[in-house]
């Protein structure tokens, strides 16, 4: 397209082209018309505008095509992502299906939310264990794997959990003695029964706490003037037995208890011991553990009424009825354990006065045959 130039003159006016050069067609056409108003800029500053193909001045042409940036660009970088991304694989069907939300409300978005907060379970490792030895079979193997088991069951067990077992001997043979009862029905002893079940009794295990003697006494349902007898039935398996070192304690507990009275333990014992000699501690254990308790003592019986008076009356007929030899050491370890226990000389314990402590050396001088004056050197213990 030709350019014509307007040649202005010096002094400021136009100066008219050549007429060898016409001016152009639309500034002929234009010449006459009145000028227009420019087009209004779009109103949306915050969204970039591009014009199409189009383009003109806007002088008597149509309006420019005006197009969105976002609607130009986006298509074009979403072609060129496709293009770059690789392939995604097919879903495989191990892959746990996710969580789909029906229409449900406030229950639907509570149970979304639990399968979000729920822990990952993890995979199990597998450990490798060790190849098995071809020469064994399968029958073998089995038999070995099953005494491994019983040979580490048995020794992990402790001693304790033997109780079961022992308690239900212990029930069943109560179970049996209410069925055969050990007094006849004209108010008799029968002592064949009572020896049969204390030999019974008398079996290591069977009664674990010395307390499991209070049910068997209460048990057999003995009448009052029939219980020495029964105790001297007790004495006489118990001392035979392996549990010869806790008849004393046997005996004890059922006192305490109040099962048995200190009067049938006294006809008990003189007559089973009359004349012969202590059978593994017996007498010296059940009267130390009979000994009344004193306020400066943390061993001894603290019963209402029982007193230092009331245990020598008792321990005196029992040593009367024993030999002289017997009756002696029977006192002086008895002594000398109430020494061990109490850490200190009998003088020095509060329990034992100046005339407590005459009462038992003149029983010792009778027991041993000696005087006085001899009784020191041949007694350990500490008497004055």
């Not at 005196?316 to 008895?334: C, G, H, R």
């Given at each position: 397209r030709a350019l014509h130039c307007v040649i202005m003159a010096p002094g400021g006016k136009r100066k008219a082209p050549e007429p060898d050069e016409p001016p152009p067609v639309w500034l002929r056409k234009n010449a006459g018309a009145p000028p227009r108003s420019p087009i209004p800029a779009p109103k949306k500053p915050s969204v970039a505008k591009v014009r199409g193909p189009k383009e003109d001045s806007g002088h008597g042409c149509e309006p420019p095509e005006v197009m969105d940036l976002d609607a130009r660009v986006?298509?074009?970088?979403?072609?060129?992502?496709?293009?770059?991304?690789?392939?995604?694989?097919?879903?495989?069907?191990?892959?746990?299906?996710?969580?789909?939300?029906?229409?449900?409300?406030?229950?639907?978005?509570?149970?979304?939310?639990?399968?979000?907060?729920?822990?990952?379970?993890?995979?199990?490792?597998?450990?490798?264990?060790?190849?098995?030895?071809?020469?064994?079979?399968?029958?073998?193997?089995?038999?070995?794997?099953?005494?491994d088991v019983a040979g580490a069951s048995n020794s992990s067990r402790s001693p304790d959990d033997g109780g079961e077992k022992e308690h239900e001997d212990l029930y069943a043979i109560l179970g049996e003695l209410g069925e055969t009862k050990a007094v006849r029905p004209d108010g008799s002893l029968d002592e064949d029964v009572v020896h049969g079940f204390m030999t019974r009794f008398m079996r290591p295990g069977v009664a674990r706490k010395q307390r499991d003697w209070i049910e068997v006494w209460s048990a057999m349902a003995i009448p009052a003037d029939q219980q020495s007898l029964v105790l001297r039935l007790m004495l006489q398996v118990g001392l035979q037995s392996e549990l010869a070192e806790s008849v004393a304690d046997i005996v004890v507990e059922l006192v305490k208890a109040h099962r048995l009275k200190n009067k049938c333990l006294e006809e008990a014992m003189v007559t089973l011991f009359e004349c012969g000699s202590d059978q593994a501690g017996c007498l010296s254990r059940t009267l130390l553990l009979l000994f009344p308790k004193s306020p400066t003592s943390e061993w001894g019986w603290?019963?209402?009424?029982?007193?230092?008076?009331?245990?020598?009356?008792?321990?005196?007929?029992?040593?009367?009825?024993?030999?002289?030899?017997?009756?002696?050491?029977?006192?002086?370890?008895?002594?000398?354990e109430m020494e061990n226990l109490s850490g200190a000389f009998l003088p020095h314990q509060q329990i034992w006065d100046g005339t407590r402590l005459l009462k038992i050396r003149t029983a010792l001088c009778k027991y041993g045959g000696l005087q006085e004056d001899a009784l020191a050197s041949s007694l350990d213990v500490c008497l004055s």
């Open positions: 986006v298509p074009i970088l979403m072609a060129r992502a496709s293009k770059s991304r690789p392939a995604s694989p097919a879903p495989s069907s191990d892959i746990a299906k996710p969580v789909v939300l029906k229409a449900g409300g406030a229950k639907a978005l509570k149970q979304l939310r639990a399968v979000a907060k729920s822990p990952v379970a993890k995979m199990p490792v597998l450990k490798s264990r060790p190849p098995s030895p071809t020469s064994i079979d399968v029958d073998e193997s089995c038999e070995l794997w099953t005494e603290s019963r209402v009424g029982w007193s230092w008076h009331m245990w020598w009356t008792l321990a005196e007929k029992i040593l009367d009825t024993l030999d002289n030899t017997a009756a002696f050491e029977v006192l002086s370890s008895m002594l000398r």
